[in-house]
């Protein structure tokens, strides 16, 4: 159960509303995520106007930010977060597949990435391990393919969703019941290292499997 109750529409002030309607075009639906913000409307307000920025095409495809992404939640062990973005990124083009072959170093020599990928993926590896401790190899891959606005995204991209992935997983905030029954394709291939994460997982599955059961 979420730390704190959700701010349900019907409920929000006009400065949440403008979030949850911006909220609604860019993922079909009101996520928990952005109910939670809503007890602070104003903080909330500018808090996701930097997540509706990266969550379009910049100096950055957003396919591409998605991929990013879902190696940053990923090795945050964020349940919630990796959900949201397996199903945006499909949207996207971004399929299964490829998907499955963010885990670990695989994208190296995966042929479903090209070389400007994977130099900023293995980019993201570091600054996620320690970003202070990038390698020169890496940075001269990454600035060998990207421009530094394009980095400066890059980067903005992985720390944001470090942030909002500790934030969510913080209070708690669950899954929608429209992902009941969606079995994750990043934890489906390597299960969460995090205690915490896997009694999340655990929990999901098993309110997934009730949700599913037919009632008598």
Known sequence: MARLPYIEPERADPLTQGVYEKAQARFQMVLNIFKITGHVPALGAKMWEVFF??????????????????????????????????????????????????????????????EEERAILALNDEVTADARRVSPETWAEVKKHWRDDQIVEI??????????????????????????????????????????????????????????????
Do not use: M, N
Not at 63 to 90: A, F, M, R
Not at 170 to 196: D, H, N, Q
């Open 53 to 114: 920025t990266i969550l379009q095409d910049g100096h950055v495809k957003w396919p591409t930010k998605e991929l990013l992404i879902l190696k940053t939640v990923k090795q945050g062990d964020c349940l919630y977060c990796v959900t949201q973005h397996e199903v945006v990124s499909e949207r996207l083009g971004v399929g299964p597949e490829k998907q499955a072959d963010l885990i670990g170093s695989r994208y190296r020599t995966s042929p479903r990435f090209t």
């Open 155 to 216: 980067l903005a991209t992985i720390g944001a969703y470090i942030q909002v992935s500790k934030f969510g997983d913080s209070l708690g905030v669950e899954l929608e019941p429209v992902f009941y029954g969606r079995s994750s394709v990043l934890f489906r291939e390597e299960p969460p290292k995090s205690p915490a994460a896997a009694r999340h997982i655990e929990h999901f599955e098993h309110v997934s499997r009730k949700a599913a059961a037919p009632h008598a």
